[in-house]
């Protein structure tokens, strides 16, 4: 069966959740320490405002404090981490407006290489998987996969169409933004099980690169991210942090000139 792993050659870019399994021995420590940490983070085992020490990680780890040290570094530079005074690090959190953001960055991403896609046309291998992928939210509503297999699908399914834009910093760019949206889908997730994506909507953007109409599959999949962007800050809205968190004060404006 083909999966991103071997219809996406040459180097390509995978999101994290499908690297997870995967033989790491040709990592070094500071890279198998930044892909373990980063994962945590990304499945909600490190949740956001969770904090923690470079101590801690190396003992859980069974490796010296230097590779997590250089991992931490890493995961800073991502933003998923932010270092405490004389205190360790404590996880990033989610926002609204980080959410808001995130999510209209992928919009515009995916959507343009969806397009490049359909434009340069994919080979038949990449299209078959795709074919398969479409069909999981149907599955799921039917009652016949588990939501985590609906997630590893929707990502997949956007990570090959990325490595297949014709443009590698594109494709990067892309799988960087599923990663850190996937943290968010999860949490998602947990305050509202039944999100997910309705069927016929993979497969919508799947015919239009079937058929290499470069605008309809743009389109497609821009109607697919802004859908999910309105219902994940739906559902963050109905997390008691954010009910009960204090209101305050807009900023007072200037008075005219």
Same mark, same amino acid.
């Given at each position: 069966?083909?999966?991103?792993?071997?219809?996406?050659?040459?180097?390509?870019?995978? &999101?994290?959740?499908?690297?997870?399994?995967?033989?790491?021995?040709?990592?070094?420590?500071?890279? !198998?320490?930044? @892909?373990?940490?980063?994962? *945590?983070?990304?499945?909600?085992?490190?949740?956001?405002?969770?904090?923690?020490?470079?101590?801690?990680?190396?003992? !859980?780890?069974?490796?010296?404090?230097?590779?997590?040290?250089?991992?931490?570094? @890493? =995961?800073?530079?991502?933003?998923?981490?932010?270092?405490?005074?004389?205190?360790?690090?404590?996880?990033?959190?989610?926002?609204? *407006?980080?959410?808001?953001?995130?999510?209209?960055?992928?919009?515009?991403?995916?959507?343009?290489?969806?397009?490049?896609?359909?434009?340069?046309?994919? &080979?038949?291998?990449?299209?078959?998987?795709?074919?398969?992928?479409?069909?999981? &939210?149907?599955?799921?509503?039917?009652?016949?996969?588990? !939501?985590?297999?609906?997630?590893?699908?929707?990502?997949?399914?956007?990570?090959?169409?990325?490595?297949?834009?014709?443009?590698?910093?594109?494709?990067?760019?892309?799988?960087?933004?599923?990663?850190? =949206?996937?943290?968010?889908?999860?949490?998602?997730?947990?305050?509202?099980?039944?999100?997910?994506?309705?069927?016929?909507?993979?497969?919508?953007?799947?015919? !239009?690169?079937?058929?290499?109409?470069?605008?309809?599959?743009?389109?497609?999949?821009?109607?697919?991210?802004?859908?999910?962007?309105?219902?994940?800050? *739906?559902?963050?809205?109905?997390?008691?942090?954010?009910?009960?968190?204090?209101?305050?004060?807009?900023?007072?404006?200037? &008075?005219?000139?």
């Amino acid at each position: 069966m083909f999966d991103i792993h071997s219809v996406a050659t040459g180097t390509p870019h995978i &999101p994290a959740l499908l690297l997870v399994g995967r033989d790491e021995t040709g990592l070094d420590r500071t890279s !198998q320490a930044y @892909r373990a940490i980063r994962r *945590q983070i990304i499945d909600l085992t490190l949740p956001p405002g969770s904090s923690f020490t470079e101590t801690s990680l190396a003992q !859980q780890w069974r490796i010296s404090k230097t590779p997590v040290r250089e991992a931490l570094a @890493r =995961l800073r530079r991502d933003g998923l981490v932010t270092a405490l005074p004389r205190a360790g690090y404590v996880v990033s959190p989610i926002t609204l *407006q980080d959410t808001d953001d995130l999510c209209a960055l992928r919009s515009l991403l995916s959507g343009e290489a969806a397009g490049a896609a359909a434009r340069l046309g994919l &080979p038949a291998p990449a299209l078959e998987r795709l074919g398969v992928l479409s069909k999981v &939210p149907f599955a799921l509503a039917a009652g016949e996969v588990e !939501q985590e297999e609906s997630l590893q699908a929707g990502i997949e399914f956007e990570g090959i169409i990325a490595n297949f834009s014709g443009n590698s910093r594109l494709g990067k760019a892309i799988v960087d933004v599923l990663d850190e =949206l996937e943290r968010v889908l999860r949490m998602a997730a947990l305050i509202d099980p039944g999100i997910a994506s309705p069927p016929g909507e993979l497969e919508a953007i799947f015919e !239009q690169l079937r058929a290499r109409d470069a605008n309809g599959a743009q389109d497609a999949m821009r109607t697919r991210c802004e859908r999910v962007r309105r219902d994940v800050l *739906q559902v963050l809205t109905k997390s008691t942090s954010v009910s009960k968190a204090h209101i305050e004060l807009p900023a007072p404006s200037l &008075p005219p000139a």
